[in-house]
C-alpha cells in the first residue's frame, strides 16, 4: 500500500510540475518568447522515459551475488531501510527522504563502480553507503539539516 501511494503521489508530483511548466510557457508566449508545442513536450518526455529506462535503469544487484557472511541481502538492506524510517521519524524529517536515498543507494550499488562491488561483499561499508546516501538525501529534501556527529552518535559510529 505504501508502494502505491508512493506511486499516486510521485505521478501527481509529476503532473503538477508539468502543468507549471505549461503555464510558465503559455505566459511566456503572451510576451514574445517562443513556446513549447505539444509535439516537443511529447518529444522531450519521450527522451526522459528512454533515459528511465536505459541509462538511469537500475539491476538487482542482490540476485548475483554469492551469499557469505559478510556479503549484503535482502534481510540487510530491508534491516537499513527500516532503521532510516525510524531515524527521520525520531528527528521528524519526511519519510520521502528515505525513499530518495534507497534510490540513490539501489542506482549507486547496481553501477559497476568498484565501490559498489565493495558495499556489496562488506556489511560495514554497506551501512556507510545507506547512511551516505540518507545524509545527502536529508541535505538536499529537507529545511533543516541533519548534523554529521548526531548521525555518527546515532549510528554508534
Known sequence: ??????FIMLTRTTASRINHINETCNS????GKPQLFDNEWADRLKVMR?????TYHSLDY???VLPT??????WCRQKMVEWCFRLVDSINLQRESVCIAVSYLDRFLSSDSPSAHHAIHD???FQLAVMACLYTA???NEPKLLRTDLLS?????
Open 1 to 6: 500500500k505504501r508502494n502505491s501511494n508512493l
Open 28 to 31: 511566456y508566449s503572451s510576451i
Open 50 to 54: 528512454d533515459q528511465e529506462m536505459t
Open 62 to 64: 542482490l540476485k548475483d
Open 69 to 74: 557472511s559478510c556479503t549484503v541481502d535482502s
Open 123 to 125: 556489511r560495514d561499508i
Open 138 to 140: 536529508i541535505k538536499l
Open 153 to 157: 552518535g546515532l549510528s554508534n559510529g
